[in-house]
Nanobody
Framework: QVQLVESGGGLVQAGGSLRLSCAAS????????MAWYRQAPGKQRELVAL???????NYAETVKGRFTISRDNAKKTVILQMNSLKPEDTAVYFC???????????????WGQGTQVTVSS
């Protein structure tokens, strides 16, 4: 089985920082793209940041310059450093990873259970 587990969410004042972590575990041969999404109440889930296995990154316009995504391939972890947080960043944050369980298997996207981030004004 494959699991992605997030940690690091919480309550912070506007202008503050939080660091989210996500660790993949289980029967994994390789993790390709990893990403963070978020979903605010009443809104669709949206991409926040993505990082390829080679380290190329892509960010939503709303978080560019404030959030940084990074990963450790050996540890199968992805980090989202969030600075200068705003109330509109309040959401449940989910990580995902594109996982190959064997050298020849298809790549499947797995999701974590989500972690709440609340930014107070």
């Amino acid at each position: 089985q494959v699991q992605l587990v997030e940690s690091g969410g919480g309550l912070v004042q506007a202008g503050g920082s939080l660091r989210l972590s996500c660790a993949a575990s289980g029967s994994i041969f390789r993790v390709d793209d990893m990403a963070w999404y978020r979903q605010a109440p009443g809104k669709q889930r949206e991409l926040v940041a993505l990082i390829t296995r080679g380290g190329n990154t892509n960010y939503a316009e709303t978080v560019k310059g404030r959030f940084t995504i990074s990963r450790d391939n050996a540890k199968k972890t992805v980090i989202l450093q969030m600075n200068s947080l705003k109330p509109e960043d309040t959401a449940v944050y989910f990580c995902n990873g594109d996982v190959a369980r064997t050298p020849n298997s298809v790549v499947i996207k797995y999701w974590g259970q989500g972690t709440q981030v609340t930014v107070s004004s």
